[in-house]
């Protein structure tokens, strides 16, 4: 965390310690998006966000972002069936910057779990049309705001945390020596609607945590994944030199013919590095799980992991920590399920390394910035989710090229 403060509880180290790395952007330009019926929200959300409110002593204090309003520049819309058009025609009338940052607060009429498909298509077409012209944005939800009342107060550092990730700040990142490696988390996502299942990829150039560039692609196109995975390398060595080995965090078990392009791309950047692949699956109530009857709450502490079967193996991601009083908010997650396959076999019969790979899943579980708790999948796989349950609403499922190195879907 910030000064180098090393903690593993960040909404309890962000409090003490502050961020990491505060954004980098010294003018920040922050406008509301909003229906009329919500004038009175987007009033208190800037009070909150400047001043405090009750516990959060706000933005700067909080997540140490300095941001301005400007009068005159925030969006108010009449229509709410269809908002769009009207947002657009006002956002083509505003003078945009180059030289400031912008975030949009979108304070949506509707929530998450709209039963109205073309309700909820709003959300996602207002995130498009704003990642065409190089802006990041943050929801909120007036309708919670109003149910939550003084409770709301929950929800600020979790929305600072994430905005300020938005504005490529680090909130906190892993205590880990450098390692000369390449991570790459490939996750999915099955759309209901139309019953597809989409791939997102999302790329680490280091242990410590720290992204760089999303893709995302249909399923049946593993050929283009291995091809991306392998500019990635090139874009990689040209940085450092050549990594020592590529970890692959997948979203089940990999194939051989789904791995075979991927050893291909290798083989022609003529890298003989060993490739591990972890499958990564979420448990079940049905599954196997462990129980610590040791402590009352049964649940294992977090990072415990437990041999299942040949190169199987449990991982219990929570907030139970030694030494650290355990909140029943966080809940009790089922454990994950990893599986482990290397290109090189033998290696994985070295339990150093086996402990390696899965404390670094571990410990990518700590690096998601869309709350202060928590998950139990890791980034790798859960920020890939998240890209490959979005980006399939936007016109020609494609993200625009701003939205590629940027986490503007937290």
């Known amino acids: 965390f910030g000064g180098n403060n090393a ?16 954004s980098p952007y010294s003018n920040i330009h922050l406008f509301f998006i909003l229906h009329e019926d919500d004038k009175d929200m987007a009033v208190k959300i800037e009070e909150y966000f400047r001043k405090g409110y009750k516990w959060f002593k706000g933005m700067y204090d909080y997540a140490r972002l300095l941001f301005h309003t400007e009068k005159g520049f925030s969006i108010v819309f009449k229509d ?47 995130k498009e049309v704003l990642l065409k012209r190089n802006i990041t944005s943050q929801v909120i939800d007036s309708n919670k705001m109003r149910e939550q009342g003084e409770g709301w107060v929950y929800s600020l550092p979790n929305i600072a945390v994430a905005m300020l990730a938005k504005l490529d700040g680090i909130p906190w990142r892993l205590n880990t020596p450098h390692k000369n490696e390449l991570v790459v988390g490939v996750g999915a996502f099955k759309h209901v609607d139309e019953g597809v299942q989409y791939i997102g990829s999302a790329f680490s150039f280091g242990n410590n945590g720290k992204f760089n560039r999303f893709e995302y692609f249909l399923k049946d196109e593993l050929d283009v994944l291995a091809g991306s995975i392998a500019s990635s390398i090139k874009e990689y060595a040209t ?41 990564i699956n979420k448990t079940e109530s049905e599954d196997i799980v462990a129980f610590d009857n040791s402590w009352n709450e049964l649940m294992p502490p977090s990072g415990t992991f437990i041999k299942i079967g040949e190169a199987k193996y449990l991982l219990f991601n929570n907030t139970r920590y030694n030494g650290v009083n355990y909140s029943k908010a966080d809940g009790f ?10 290109t090189q076999p033998e290696l994985l019969q070295e339990i150093r390394v086996v402990r390696e790979l899965i404390d670094q899943v571990y410990q990518f579980s700590r690096m998601y910035w869309k709350s202060i708790r928590q998950q139990n999948l890791p980034v790798t796989i859960k920020y890939p989710e998240m890209v490959a349950q979005i980006a399939p609403h936007f016109v020609g499922e494609e993200i625009p090229p701003y939205g590629k190195n940027n986490l503007w879907f937290l």
């Open 7 to 22: 903690s593993e509880v960040p909404k309890f180290a962000l409090r003490d310690h502050k961020p990491f790395k505060p």
């Open 80 to 126: 709410k069936e269809n908002p769009i058009p009207e947002i657009e025609r006002e956002l083509s009338n505003r003078v945009i910057n180059p030289e400031v940052k912008y975030i949009a607060v979108y304070v949506t009429p509707y929530g998450k779990f709209e039963y109205d498909k073309e309700k909820r298509e709003i959300y996602y077409q207002l």
């Open 239 to 279: 940085v450092n030199e050549d990594p020592d080995r590529l970890i692959i965090h997948f979203y089940k078990t990999m194939s051989e013919k789904e791995l075979e392009p991927i050893q291909e791309a290798l083989e022609n950047l003529n890298l003989s590095i060993p490739v591990f692949i972890i499958a």
């Open 333 to 342: 997650p089922f454990p994950i399920k990893l599986k482990l396959k290397c």
